[in-house]
């Protein structure tokens, strides 16, 4: 994902941004305008994010981050790679909470 940031020369992002007085971090995030981006491996490979323990305490981790404000984008590994995160996160930065969320599939 930081590869495409770059690539994109997207506004620099804070990588594993603490949000909150628990130990949660974002993956990336961009505290001016309160976006977050999670990307979550492990998908098809039973990961810790696809697993009870974890998918229930990234579930707080996002509710909690909601109610304090965040946008929270979440993403696959395959959706890095196919490019739909970054225009997602180029959308979101470009457009705030008016973001045009048409999406082709």
Sequence with gaps: MLMHIRAARLP?????????????????????????????GGTWTNGRHTRGAGF???????????LMGWRVLEFTGDMV??????TMIER????????????KR
């Design 56 to 66: 229930a305490n990234d579930r707080e981790k996002v509710n909690t981050a909601t």
């Design 81 to 86: 790679k196919k490019g739909y995160a970054l």
């Design 12 to 40: 620099v992002s804070v990588q594993q941004h603490r949000f909150c007085d628990r130990l949660w971090r974002f993956d990336f995030a961009w505290p001016e305008h309160k976006l977050a981006v999670e990307v979550h």
């Design 92 to 103: 979101a930065l470009v457009s705030g909470r008016e973001a045009d969320f048409i999406t």
